[in-house]
């Protein structure tokens, strides 16, 4: 059975950072495209950031414009565990953050765009 399960989210400061984690299982997680998608209060899914392995060590990332030289995803294969470092929040970043098993989705992201998704974690940037 696959589970993705997210934990790092909280309340931070404009300006502050945030690591979040999801920890996978029931899939081969080193060879497998991932992403995180968010959605805001009272609007729908975005799609954030993807990396994709392409080889040992040899990783491909890409990430939506809204987030482009802020946030840093990444993963630990040791670990089955996916990143995503945040830096220089902002308010406008509030939001449910959801790990997905599965690669880039431009545009509008639906529930049915990726197969498996975490329970997600609450990102809140205020002061």
């Known amino acids: 059975e696959v589970q993705l399960v997210e934990s790092g989210g909280g309340l931070v400061q404009p300006g502050g950072s945030l690591r979040l984690s999801c920890a996978a299982s029931?899939?081969?997680?080193?060879?497998?495209?991932m992403s995180w998608v968010r959605q805001a209060p009272g609007k729908g899914l975005e799609w954030v950031s993807s990396i994709y392995t392409y080889s040992f060590n040899t990783y491909y990332a890409d990430y939506a414009d809204s987030v482009k030289g802020r946030f840093t995803i990444s993963k630990d294969n040791a670990k089955s565990t996916l990143y995503l470092h945040m830096n220089s929040l902002k308010s406008e970043d509030t939001a449910l953050y959801y790990c997905?098993?599965?690669?880039?989705?431009?545009?509008?992201?639906?529930?049915?765009?990726?197969?498996?998704w975490g329970q997600g974690t609450q990102v809140t940037v205020s002061s």
């Open positions: 997905a098993k599965g690669g880039v989705v431009r545009g509008e992201v639906r529930l049915t765009d990726y197969l498996h």
């Open positions: 029931g899939f081969t997680f080193s060879s497998s495209a």
